[in-house]
């Protein structure tokens, strides 16, 4: 014996499942359509002002010139412009991950969108999938033209014998990346104004630590261990093995960097999940987070 929602009783409860498969279905939908919206922005964003579209395009291209001669003129094996233009691709993501992901709250509480996402019938996690799916979009679309034309300028041959394995490696490593700034945009949103110094804090540090322009293990055992912790850092090292087919330049076997990469993506989305809901209960009780210059 069941009860329905106005206190009816019934024999078989379908009434019930019916209405909860309805709330369901119900909000799926909320939260699909506020995903959407809010990449809806980022993809669109990709046809913005022209000159400023050029100006992501082209400048990463004098980056990439400076360490390519820089090689060059040491001597460096050629496999190192690859890694050159392999880590501009990867900077792209971060430095995405980092303003667009991590600090972004903090910006929309500035302009009033955070009471928005707050109040309505949906997740937050909904927003931030968007934002996460329009970021990708948004990044890949400019730093595919920009490595297309690093490597025809620089002659760079990738020597690839498992694209599925590179594409794999590519697609765990985003996923982790952007797991990271999920989580970390609810603890961005706490220390307020400080958000803007957090991002630079962990841009310069984590070119170095990942070994976005240089093998790893370079760094020695113990601090290449240590930055293993950084997403990057994994995708990066199994990146270059994969791509370059050497894997002696390498600092761990893929295979343990894609188990790393797993672990750290699933204890990431995890995390975004568990610190938007303590922002949500702080949020509650201090009442005080979507309030501007905090």
């Known amino acids: 014996m069941n009860l329905t929602a106005t206190g009816t009783e019934?024999?078989?409860?379908?009434?019930?499942r019916a209405k909860s498969a309805a709330t369901f279905r119900e909000g799926l939908r909320n939260n699909y359509k506020a995903a959407w919206g809010r990449?809806?922005?980022?993809?669109?964003?990709?046809n913005r002002e022209l000159s400023w579209v050029l100006l992501d395009i082209f400048l990463p291209l004098f980056s990439i010139a400076a360490y390519v001669y820089l090689y060059r003129s040491m001597g460096a094996p050629r496999a190192y412009d690859g890694f050159v233009i392999l880590g501009a691709l990867m900077t792209a993501y971060w430095l995405n991950v980092l303003w667009s992901m991590a600090a972004q709250f903090y910006w929309e509480r500035e302009i009033g969108h955070l009471e928005l996402y707050m109040l309505a019938p949906i997740s937050p996690m909904a927003i931030l999938f968007g934002m996460s799916f329009g970021g990708i979009f948004q990044?890949?679309?400019r730093a595919a033209v920009t490595v297309t034309m690093g490597s025809l300028i620089f002659g760079v041959r990738f020597?690839?014998?498992?694209?599925?394995?590179?594409?794999g490696v590519f697609?765990?490593?985003?996923?982790?990346?952007?797991?990271?700034?999920?989580?970390a945009a609810s603890l961005y949103l706490v220390y307020g104004r400080n958000a803007w110094?957090?991002?630079?804090?962990?841009?310069?540090?984590?070119y170095l630590l990942s070994g976005v322009n240089f093998p790893v293990k370079a760094l020695g055992f113990w601090v290449a261990a240590a930055s293993c912790l950084i997403p990057l850092t994994l995708g990066m090292d199994a990146l270059r093995q994969l791509s370059f087919g050497d894997p002696s330049i390498g600092f761990l076997p893929v295979r343990w960097e894609v188990l790393g990469l797993t672990v750290i993506g699933l204890l990431t989305l995890v995390g975004a999940w568990a610190a938007l809901k303590w922002l949500e209960d702080l949020a509650k009780r201090q009442g005080r987070l979507t309030l501007k210059w905090q």
Do not use: C, H
């Open 10 to 16: 019934t024999k078989t409860g379908r009434p019930d």
């Open 39 to 46: 990449a809806y922005v980022r993809v669109i964003g990709v």
């Open 139 to 141: 990044t890949t679309v």
């Open 159 to 167: 020597q690839v014998a498992d694209w599925a394995g590179v594409v």
């Open 171 to 183: 697609l765990l490593t985003l996923v982790s990346l952007y797991g990271l700034g999920m989580a």
């Open 197 to 206: 110094n957090l991002s630079n804090l962990f841009q310069e540090p984590v």
